[in-house]
């Protein structure tokens, strides 16, 4: 599991989640709009917006802030006009930093994230300086409830999927971008809850994190997620998990 998927793993037991719940649904519009935009409001001919109605829904999201949504994407409410701009960047330990946001004013938001990397030890990067460094997977998350880790395997591998994290809370089945819909799909029709489905940016090569740069690190991915305009943070620090526990013990 990477750095960062332990990371979240750990923020979901401490209960941070919940606590920004309607931070989370106000990222989820956002996404659901501009893929509404995009793509149409039908998510069977749309597969960007069925994933986040996947995501959507498995946190419970309700109903009628996702039909705002599609229609402020489908121009019958009125709204902003979000943009898509990715950020590069590096956190601390020299850990590479791929930051993708949805904003109305790139201006304004570049320079944010610039003033969020200056305060917590990091910098911004040219384009292109880190991306090489991940490359585009699917990756679903799979209630642990469903089944035991090694059905999971299984069932995953029997429904196209390239890897499976059965350690993970929730699992996460790793997929081809091309073939993400496609396993969602067939995982879905074994009976296993989808918690959510999207096609993510994983680092080819990872950087250890230890002593000083830990807390500070995590300080930093935390005030990028925070930020309004900011859809995904994506790393490549390793870490370990005593380590996560004891700064997220530490920030209360």
């Known amino acids: 599991m990477s750095g960062h998927s332990k990371w979240s ?22 996404e659901i709009t501009v893929a509404t935009r995009l793509g149409g409001g039908d998510p069977n001919g749309n597969p960007r917006l069925r994933a986040v109605l996947i995501a959507a829904r498995a946190q419970n999201m309700p109903s009628e802030n996702v039909e705002r949504a599609i229609k402020r ?3 019958e409410l009125p709204g902003q006009s979000f943009e898509e701009s990715r950020y590069e960047g590096y ?6 930093l791929l930051i993708d946001c949805l904003t109305d004013n790139k201006k304004r938001t570049v320079g944010e994230i610039r003033h969020i990397l200056d ?6 990067a040219e384009s292109n300086a880190v991306a090489w460094n991940f490359e585009r997977k699917g990756s679903i998350k799979v209630s642990r409830a469903s089944c035991s880790s090694d059905d999971m395997f299984e069932k995953a591998i029997e429904a196209g999927a390239e890897d499976v994290d059965t350690d993970a809370d929730p699992y996460e089945v790793i997929t081809a971008p091309q073939d993400l819909q496609t396993v969602a799909e067939a995982v879905q029709g074994m009976g296993l809850k989808i918690e959510a489905a999207e096609v993510v940016m994983t680092p080819k090569t990872t950087v250890k994190v230890e002593g000083k740069h830990s807390a500070t690190l995590l300080k930093l991915i935390e005030a990028l997620e925070d930020h309004d305009d900011v859809q995904h943070v994506y790393t490549n620090f390793d870490m370990s998990e005593e380590e996560m526990a004891a700064a997220a013990a530490a920030s209360g």
């Open 119 to 124: 305060r917590n030890g990091g910098s911004m």
């Open 73 to 75: 994407g489908l121009g």
């Open 91 to 96: 956190g601390p330990g020299g850990v590479a």
């Open 9 to 30: 793993q750990i923020k979901r037991k401490k209960g941070a989640a919940d606590q920004k719940r309607g931070q989370m649904f106000s990222k989820f519009a956002k």
